[in-house]
């Protein structure tokens, strides 16, 4: 069985909700779920709030860096490009809610008056939240109750709510709106065309030309803008992006070391064993047996012996 990403026609990534036709995803999260504890940077229609449990990690919104550890967390806005990190490869425990902005738009009114004004503030791309003031810790407890409320029987309801509230606080909080939106960069929009290509090729044998064109840039511009925005290559992001397919493969199928190595892209599973031990420091074997078992490795000197990711979750 192949997993593919699911990309709209904007390359923006569909987002796969908890419930059918109730676009809310709600999850607990751990940094030790990605390749190199990293995310892959991506963005999407929805608003996004993540909050800190413990340990700590940075969050990259639009090339801007922001650092959060426990108790804090962040709001991003719509179709901003983000992804969260650890530069010292340290976990960190999170809830990550996103929600999609339909939900607020009751009526025509509310929508206008509202909503647009926040997702259209070009001065307001993400907040970072603190427990040390009021109204941004009161949007965090919500965050939190939104992954608690979600198996209870009306929690539909107790969500939308919650929804509702934190927007409530947001819109009396923002900055000073503009008058409209200023056109996004034309750097940013290459990144996302780039991106989008890469999801969308990252089985076949790329080329840094191809990547680049992709973009309309040339190819010192590309690496450049991957450079600036998510602090790597485009082949480092390419990577990245194979080795993430791949755990997928790993958890999800019964598909052969081998097949899944050429299958995500790479020119031979010796060359997948080898790019997949480099970045996690054990095998893709190893990694499929302890996460069949659900046991994490005893301490020992192998370095096969690292506490395996269990699954992915959107940052």
């Known amino acids: ?57 940075n969050y990259n919104v639009n090339g801007n860096i922001v650092t959060l550890k426990e108790g804090s967390g962040i709001f991003v806005n719509s179709r901003q490009l983000h992804y969260g990190y650890s530069k010292d490869f340290s976990e960190c425990e999170f809830i990550c809610v996103l929600l999609h902005p339909v939900l607020l738009c009751t009526t025509r009114e509310m929508e206008e008056n509202y909503v647009s004004p926040v997702l259209s503030n070009a001065d307001f791309a993400y907040r970072f939240l603190s427990s040390d003031t009021c109204w941004e810790n009161e949007i965090l407890a919500s965050v939190r109750q939104i992954y608690y409320d979600k198996s209870e029987p009306a929690s539909m309801l107790r969500i939308q709510s919650l929804f509702f509230h934190i927007w409530a606080i947001l819109y009396e909080h923002m900055p000073p709106a503009v008058k409209q939106a200023p056109k996004p960069s034309q750097r940013l929009t290459s990144l996302r065309d780039m991106m989008g290509f890469i999801q969308n090729r990252y089985r076949e044998k790329i080329s840094l030309d191809e990547i680049a064109s992709a973009g309309n840039v040339c190819k010192s511009s590309c690496c450049s803008i991957f450079q600036s925005y998510l602090h790597k290559t485009p082949n480092g992001y390419l990577t990245d992006y194979r080795l993430d397919k791949s755990l997928e493969l790993l958890r999800e199928t019964d598909m052969s070391i081998a097949e899944i190595g050429c299958d995500t892209g790479f020119c031979s599973p010796s060359y997948y064993t080898e790019t997949f031990r480099r970045h996690f420091g054990y095998s893709p074997a190893i990694y499929r047996k302890n996460f069949a078992q659900k046991v994490t490795p005893l301490a020992c000197n192998c370095e096969d012996a690292k506490q395996l990711p269990s699954r992915k ?3």
């Open 1 to 57: 069985m192949n997993i593919t990403i699911d990309l709209k026609d904007d390359r923006s990534e569909r987002v796969h909700y908890d419930t059918p036709h109730f676009p809310v995803y709600a999850r607990k999260g751990y940094l030790s779920y990605y390749p190199n504890y990293a995310a892959a940077s991506h963005w999407h229609d929805d608003v996004e709030l993540i909050a800190v449990l413990s340990g700590h990690m």
């Open 313 to 315: 979750e959107y940052i």
